[in-house]
């Protein structure tokens, strides 16, 4: 693959949405450039001006038409879903890292996510507390520190990210209990059934999306979390021992996870900032979720914009990785378009 695709250049903070498309334009022209028609089955008709693939026959091959690819690949400001980009994945041939490549620059959900990953030049992530795994021990010692100095009545240090400083800003406002270990339920077991109902659409279009990322959980110490706008837990799938844990601090179905009952926590933030986010150990505001990590990404109503839900992965905060982040917003983002076609069907 050249050097225009490389996806380490994509990623800059300094990244534009201008340079985001050049670089999809010259991306999706190296992949098509390096295949022939018989590498995807199609006869050959001719002498080709230049290799590889032409743009009409991706289409072909992809279901799109002609011009609608041309107008994708040269760069127009055209919505895609992630299942249009699975499907042109495989047609070009791409492997995991190129098809992770892909992603981020036909969705810029993801490629703006990836640039708040990178780095900045304080040394911190925006989304993540860590910038690698070496990270994890150090970080989260800090961070336990910081918590417990600012639980004593000292301002937030400086170098917390300013998302969790002002959250546990609000938290402590609203009465928040830093001690606290457990998760509170908003509903008790036996009415869960009606917070589901008023989920139909929501639990019915992200299904197929939970168990995608539950087989990847299943003996990776990950839990799957789907939680409605009010942050109650309505599904919840993941590997038995790891459920297990979750369940001795009532981390459960009908658990509450919103900031007024459980202060900054994943998904609670989430849903009052609008924005995805990862956090570990103590950067939980209470007690019982020092020990976890959790990644969550808003899910927005696909008419309305307003947010009707949040997606979540949580582990042991040992388990925390940057990447997770992305393949959370792409999930998050595929149970909206499943969700806008199940109504475009209706």
Not at 38 to 46: E, I, M, Q, T, Y
Not at 67 to 84: C, K, N
Not at 208 to 217: K, T
Not at 318 to 332: E, K, N, T
Request: with cysteine; charged share 25%; aromatic share 4%.
């Amino acid at each position: 693959m050249s050097s225009q695709a490389d996806p380490d250049h994509v990623t800059t903070p300094e990244s534009s949405d201008a340079e985001r498309r050049g670089n999809l334009r010259a991306f999706l022209s190296a992949c098509r450039s390096r295949l022939q028609p018989k590498d995807v089955d199609l006869p050959r008709h001719g002498h080709r001006r230049v290799p590889g693939l032409r743009r009409e026959e991706v289409a072909e091959l992809v279901g799109v038409s002609s011009d609608w690819y041309r107008w994708f690949e040269s760069g127009r400001s055209i919505r895609v879903s992630p299942q249009f980009v699975a499907r042109l994945g495989r047609v070009l041939h791409l492997d995991a890292f190129e098809l992770r490549t892909l992603y981020q620059l036909s969705l810029p959900e993801l490629y703006d996510i990836d640039i708040a990953l990178q780095p900045p030049l304080a040394g911190r992530p925006v989304l993540s507390p860590i910038a690698s795994p070496a990270e994890i021990e150090p970080v989260a010692r800090d961070v336990f520190s910081a918590r417990e100095r600012f639980l004593s009545g000292v301002a937030v240090p400086a170098h917390i990210r300013p998302r969790i400083a002002n959250s546990w800003v609000r938290s402590r406002a609203i009465g928040a209990d830093p001690l606290r270990m457990t998760v509170p339920a908003i509903t008790l077991k036996d009415e869960l059934v009606r917070f589901r109902s008023a989920n139909t659409a929501l639990l019915s279009a992200a299904a197929p999306v939970l168990a995608g990322l539950a087989s990847l959980a299943l003996d990776s110490g990950f839990a799957v979390v789907m939680a409605d706008a009010r942050g109650c837990i309505i599904d919840m799938r993941g590997e038995r021992d790891v459920l297990r844990r979750l369940s001795s601090i009532d981390f459960e179905p009908g658990g509450d996870l919103s900031e007024a009952a459980c202060g900054t926590n994943a998904i609670g933030t989430t849903i009052t900032d609008g924005r995805p986010l990862q956090l570990m150990g103590a950067e939980n505001f209470c007690e019982g979720g020092s020990n976890l990590s959790c990644t969550a990404a808003p899910i927005r109503d696909p008419s309305t914009h307003e947010i009707i839900g949040a997606l979540d992965v949580t582990a042991d905060y040992r388990r925390i990785h940057p990447d997770l982040v992305s393949l959370v917003v792409q999930s998050a983002v595929e149970i909206e378009e499943r969700l806008a076609a199940s109504r475009t069907r209706a």
